[in-house]
C-alpha cells in the first residue's frame, strides 16, 4: 500500500520560501509511470494544483504559481520537495502530496495534509 | 488557467440520485477523457472517487458514476446515502500539460 507523508515548517515569515517534503513508502519513485503533485487548499476554500514532477525531473507547474515554484525529486531518499518563494499570507494553506497515475488522469493516493502559515 | 466551473451546493434525500456537473473548455474538459472526481470530508484529504470520465477505482462504490458530454462532466450519485454528505471536486488535464481543479460542490443529504 502506497503512502505519502508531507512534512516541513508549519510555520513560515512572509517574503522567505516555504520547503515541503513529501516521503513515499510502499512504492518507489524511481520505478516510473507516475506524477509527483503538489495541491494546496487555502482555509475554507477549494483545491489548487501546483505542479508535479516525473522521476526523471521533468516538471510542470501551474502558470498561476510557476514564477516562485520549484519541485524537485530525491529518488534516493524516495522524497519530493516543494518549494515556494516570495510567500505571503495568501500561501497560508494545507498543503497535500499526492500521486498521479502517468497514463490516466487520477490522483490516487494522498498524503493526509499539512497546514502551512504564513505570518511573521 | 481558470478553475472548472461547479454548482455551489446540491442537496437530495436518502435514496434518492444527485448528479455534479464540471464545466470547462475545450482545452481542458471537451479536449481529453482526462476528467477526475475526488470526495472530501471535513478535515480530511480528498479521495478519489472517478478517473478518467467514467472509470471506478477499486472500492468505491458502483452508486458512484461519471460521464462528459463536450465541455461538461457530471458525478451521479444514486441511492443517496448519509455518508455521501461532503464536498466534490472536478479535475482535468489540460492542453498545457497541467491540471485544473473545479470550485468544488458541497452535497447535503436531506
Known amino acids: 500500500q502506497v503512502q505519502l507523508q508531507e512534512s516541513g515548517p508549519g510555520l513560515v515569515k512572509p517574503s522567505q520560501t516555504l520547503s515541503l517534503t513529501c516521503t513515499v513508502s510502499?512504492?518507489?519513485?524511481?520505478?516510473?509511470?507516475?506524477?509527483w503533485s503538489w495541491i494546496r487548499q487555502h482555509p475554507g476554500k477549494g483545491l489548487e494544483w501546483i505542479g508535479y514532477?516525473?522521476?526523471?525531473?521533468?516538471?510542470y507547474y501551474n502558470p498561476s504559481l510557476k514564477s516562485r515554484v520549484t519541485i524537485s525529486v530525491d529518488t534516493s531518499k524516495n522524497q519530493f520537495s516543494l518549494k515556494l518563494s516570495s510567500v505571503t499570507a495568501a500561501d497560508t494553506a494545507v498543503y497535500y502530496c499526492?500521486?498521479?497515475?502517468?497514463?490516466?488522469?487520477?490522483?490516487?493516493?494522498w498524503g493526509q495534509g499539512t497546514l502551512v502559515t504564513v505570518s511573521s | 488557467q481558470s478553475a472548472l466551473t461547479q454548482p455551489a451546493s446540491v442537496s437530495g434525500s436518502p435514496g434518492q440520485s444527485i448528479t455534479i456537473s464540471c464545466t470547462g473548455t475545450?482545452?481542458?474538459?471537451?479536449?481529453?477523457?482526462?476528467v477526475s472526481w475526488y470526495q472530501q470530508h471535513p478535515g480530511k484529504a480528498p479521495k478519489l472517487m472517478i478517473y478518467?470520465?467514467?472509470n471506478r477505482p477499486s472500492g468505491v462504490s458502483n452508486r458512484f458514476s461519471g460521464s462528459k458530454s463536450g465541455n461538461t462532466a457530471s458525478l451521479t450519485i444514486s441511492g443517496l446515502q448519509a455518508e455521501d454528505e461532503a464536498d466534490y471536486y472536478c479535475?482535468?488535464?489540460?492542453?498545457?500539460?497541467?491540471?485544473?481543479f473545479g470550485t468544488g460542490t458541497k452535497v447535503t443529504v436531506l
Open positions: 499526492a500521486r498521479k497515475n502517468g497514463y490516466s488522469s487520477g490522483l490516487d493516493y
Open positions: 478518467d470520465v467514467s
Open positions: 514532477i516525473y522521476y526523471s525531473g521533468s516538471t
Open positions: 479535475s482535468s488535464y489540460t492542453s498545457s500539460s497541467t491540471l485544473v
Open positions: 475545450s482545452s481542458d474538459v471537451g479536449g481529453y477523457n482526462y
Open positions: 510502499g512504492g518507489s519513485i524511481s520505478s516510473g509511470g507516475y506524477y
